[in-house]
C-alpha cells in the first residue's frame, strides 16, 4: 500500500514537470517558425517560406489587404521587398506565444522596424508593429498559416 502511494505521489509531483517540459519545446519550436518569418523578411526574398508555411498561408498586410495562399503571399511580399521595403529589417522586441489547442498557437510580437519611407517623403522611424501569427502543427512540424501586421500606435504595448 505504501508504495502505491509513494508512486502516485511521485506521478503528481513529477507529471506537471513532464507537461511543462513539452510545452517548454513546444514553444521554442513556434518561436523559430517565427524567427525563420523574420529571417526572410529581413533578407525580402522569403526564399524559405516552403519551410515554415503551409500551401494556404493567409497574410494580411498593415492596410488591411487579404492576400491567400503561399504562391499569392509571396509574390506580394517579394515584390514590396523589391521596392520600398528593400534593405527593411525588423527584429523582436516582445513575444508571446499561448496554445489555443494542442496543435494550433497564436503569437503576438512586437517588431521594432529599420527606417524605411512611405509614402515618398515620410519617413519611418522606430516604428513598431504589432504582428500577429497563427501557427499550426501539421504532420509533427509547426507551420505559419497566417500572419496579420498593425503598425502600432503610440499607445503603451499592453502585457506582452
Not at 518569418?37 to 488591411?64: M, R, S
Not at 498557437?105 to 517623403?121: K, Q
Amino acid at each position: 500500500m505504501l508504495n502505491r502511494i509513494l508512486r502516485v505521489c511521485a506521478f503528481f509531483y513529477l507529471f506537471p514537470m513532464f507537461i511543462h517540459g513539452q510545452n517548454i519545446d513546444e514553444t521554442e519550436n513556434v518561436k523559430q517558425v517565427i524567427l525563420a518569418f523574420q529571417e526572410d523578411f529581413n533578407n525580402g526574398l522569403f526564399l524559405n517560406a516552403h519551410t515554415y508555411t503551409t500551401n494556404d498561408w493567409v497574410h494580411i498586410n498593415p492596410i488591411g489587404v487579404i492576400t491567400n495562399s503561399r504562391e499569392e503571399v509571396l509574390k506580394d511580399v517579394r515584390s514590396v521587398h523589391q521596392s520600398f521595403l528593400k534593405d527593411v529589417t525588423m527584429k523582436i522586441e516582445k513575444i508571446n506565444i499561448r496554445f489555443i489547442a494542442p496543435t494550433v498557437a497564436v503569437a503576438e510580437v512586437i517588431h521594432i522596424m529599420s527606417p524605411y519611407e512611405l509614402p515618398e517623403g515620410v519617413l519611418h522611424q522606430n516604428e513598431k508593429q504589432t504582428k500577429s501569427y497563427i501557427v499550426v502543427k501539421v504532420y509533427e512540424k509547426w507551420l505559419l498559416t497566417l500572419d496579420h501586421n498593425t503598425i502600432q500606435s503610440n499607445q503603451p504595448s499592453g502585457n506582452y
